[in-house]
């Protein structure tokens, strides 16, 4: 079946450090991949999303490239801030019949410390 | 902006106690879901509708119900809480099944059960 991997954490670094959290992933047919951030006491967000492959998405300078070849959709951003600290949830999206079925991983902590 | 709505935000229940969790959205979204999360283990769908007056079962759907009466409202039950049911819940609503399908979630529900 369809599943996520991520690298679970807790990923601590020092501000202004780049960030890559890790996600690869198993699935039949061509899903749609989303990152979404979880606040602390808060629900999740959506961060960024690709639909294709190739495709790249990006917003608040983080960024992550839909990779078919290797089934990836790494998280990157090139300098972190305090503000950045929060859980980072892998997930894609696979139509079934009527339903697109989002598949979540694990979750991913991050600590940016100043 | 209200988006979507959970109340209550935290309760304590004694094992064998029901209640209700509410769920609203203002967005006229057709899907609604209900995940829990618990450490670990990411977001697990428990139950989800597909739109007014239907109902789907998720991954855990054993010891909920759920009522999808009018469009904006999601309501999940639990009858006869039970101490593994302790958790954080989150509503979730979007638009309808497409690639790229964006969910928006509600800040939370926590629940413990005694």
């Known amino acids: 079946g369809n599943s996520v991997t991520q690298m679970e954490g807790p990923v601590t670094l020092s501000e202004e450090a780049f960030l890559t959290i890790n996600c690869t992933y198993t699935a039949t047919g061509y899903p749609s991949l989303f990152w979404y951030v979880q606040y602390p006491g808060e629900g999740l967000q959506l961060l960024l999303k690709a639909t294709k492959a190739d495709d790249k998405g990006s917003n608040k300078g983080f960024e992550a490239t839909y990779r078919k070849e290797t089934t990836s959709f790494h998280l990157e951003k090139g300098s972190v801030q305090v503000s950045d600290s929060a859980v980072y949830f892998c997930a894609l999206s696979d139509r079934v019949t009527s339903y697109d079925k989002v598949i979540f991983g694990p979750g991913t902590s991050l600590s940016v410390i100043p | 902006n209200a988006g979507v709505t959970q109340t209550p935000k935290f309760r304590v229940l004694k094992t064998g106690q029901s209640m209700t969790l509410l769920c609203a959205q203002d967005?006229?979204?057709?899907?609604m879901y209900w995940y829990r999360q618990d450490p670990g283990m990411g977001l697990r769908l428990i139950h989800y509708s597909v739109g007014e007056g239907t109902t789907a079962k998720g991954e855990v759907p054993d010891g909920y119900n759920v009522s999808r009466l009018k469009k904006q409202n999601f309501l999940l039950g639990l009858e006869s809480a039970a101490p593994s049911q302790t958790s954080v819940y989150f509503c979730a609503s979007s638009y309808g099944p497409g690639s790229g399908n964006t969910i928006y979630f509600g800040e939370g529900s926590w629940l413990t059960v005694v």
């Open positions: 967005m006229n979204h057709e899907y």
